[in-house]
């Protein structure tokens, strides 16, 4: 079956970086769109980067542009979210996601688009 298994979050201070990781299995990772998100205490999950299929795209959310770096490794079956300049403010839980279509030709932003979804992982900056 689909599974998805962020690590690499922990608590870190503002200004400092962190490398999440997204472990993935049970399906052809090469072949999908991938996104993260995070949701934060009383807040709604926010779209944080995607990816396509083939790394060729890549978008981001408005408060992590020119920070945050999304890649995959199609080789390891692992998706990455590069972390930089931390602020308090990107406190929260981050989810890894897979798209509900193989071979999508665009990345994607809405919860709406991904079918499958890790445990996420907690990252807290502190200020």
């Known amino acids: 079956q689909v599974q998805l298994r962020e690590s690499g979050g922990r608590l870190v201070q503002a200004g400092g970086s962190l490398r999440l990781s997204c472990a993935a299995s049970?399906?052809?990772?090469?072949?999908?769109?991938m996104g993260w998100f995070r949701q934060a205490p009383g807040k709604e999950r926010e779209f944080v980067a995607s990816?396509?299929?083939?790394?060729?795209?890549?978008i981001y959310g408005d408060s992590v542009k020119g920070r945050f770096t999304i890649s995959k490794d199609n080789t390891k079956n692992t998706l990455y979210l590069q972390m930089n300049s931390l602020e308090h403010e990107d406190t929260a839980v981050y989810y890894c996601?897979?798209?509900?279509?193989?071979?999508?030709?665009?990345?994607?932003?809405?919860?709406?688009?991904?079918?499958?979804w890790g445990r996420g992982t907690q990252v807290t900056v502190s200020s």
């Open positions: 049970g399906f052809t990772f090469s072949s999908y769109t």
């Open positions: 990816i396509t299929w083939n790394g060729g795209s890549t």
């Open positions: 996601a897979r798209h509900r279509i193989s071979t999508a030709m665009s990345t994607a932003s809405s919860p709406s688009q991904y079918l499958y």
